[in-house]
């Protein structure tokens, strides 16, 4: 008996340690050892790259692992995946499954839940699945559309080199670094008379102040003005011009009848007329009222 105490030994330590390797691949897979997780079924046509252990997320949180895929020979080559969800969570009916991949090439599948969580759906039902495109799928998608655009990006570069070697180009980039050195040079002018009007600026506020001051005592003499008694000078200034005008208006007086009375004028007219001729006269016979002796004689 004792001859065989180490052979059992052995043995005993060599299925203790198949036991561990067992569970420990398992763990190492993902798979949640004696645990009571529901399973779910989904059928793919194509699982690109899915396996066993690959996790199962939801919004984002993994829930489960893929524990094995099953290839179903006699059914046209449908794959079964089976899911191992922890059973705290629920998934409603309508729900979808995709396989997902990242530009690293990671697969995992993605549960999108139906609408209704209050019809939820049970352990051992099968869930619709299918592949998720993804960046790769999309970048695909735009393939055809890039080949569409590829003859027109090659006549826009055709383009854009005819207009590069354009010598007019070259001439308008002078011109265009010509405006830069003269703009540069009407900042610098500008940032001068910036200078000089800030150097300007206090004797100017200053200036301002005093017509301010000014202004203000305007108004200050403006308002202590007795303008009352001002305009009642002012209506018997008026008043007076009104009598004056009254007195040039009417008969009475000297002014008036010169003003208006005709005879005056005409008997004035009348006078310088005869005066007239009285100065045309003595101009002419100067002899009929002058008389000139050199020697005191009289004239008879």
Do not use: C, W
């Not at 009848?257 to 310088?272: E, G, H, V, W």
């Amino acid at each position: 008996m004792r001859k065989y105490a180490k052979e059992i030994q052995i043995a005993l330590v060599a299925v203790i340690g198949i036991v561990v390797l067992y569970f420990g691949l398992q763990f190492l897979k993902g798979l949640t050892l004696f645990s009571s997780d529901n399973h779910y079924y989904v059928k793919f046509d194509d699982i690109s790259g899915l396996s066993a252990s690959s996790p199962i997320y939801a919004n984002g949180y993994r829930i489960g692992v893929v524990e094995r895929i099953i290839y179903d020979y006699e059914n046209n080559g449908e794959i079964v995946a089976e899911l191992g969800i922890d059973n705290k969570m629920h998934i409603p009916k309508g729900s979808y499954a995709e396989i997902a991949s990242d530009l690293l090439g990671n697969i995992k599948l993605e549960v999108q839940f139906g609408p209704d969580f209050d019809d939820i759906m049970e352990p051992g039902d099968t869930i619709n699945g299918g592949l998720q495109k993804g960046a790769l799928g999309k970048v695909e998608n735009l393939v055809p559309h890039l080949e569409k655009a590829l003859p027109k990006l090659d006549s826009i570069l055709y383009n854009v080199n005819q207009l590069l070697s354009d010598p007019s180009l070259r001439n308008s980039l002078d011109h265009i670094e010509q405006m830069t050195a003269d703009f540069t040079k009407v900042s610098k002018d500008l940032t001068a008379i910036s200078a000089a009007l800030n150097q300007k600026l206090p004797g100017m506020l200053a200036t301002a102040d005093g017509v301010l001051n000014n202004v203000d005592t305007l108004t200050h003499n403006l308002n202590t003005l007795d303008l009352a008694a001002t305009l009642a000078r002012v209506d018997a200034t008026l008043q007076n011009v009104q009598a004056l005008t009254d007195k040039l208006n009417s008969k009475e007086g000297t002014v008036g009848r010169f003003l208006t009375d005709p005879s005056i004028y005409n008997n004035l007219n009348s006078t310088a007329a005869h005066l007239d001729s009285l100065i045309i006269d003595l101009k002419a016979h100067p002899g009929r009222y002058v008389h000139v002796s050199l020697f005191g004689k009289k004239q008879k």
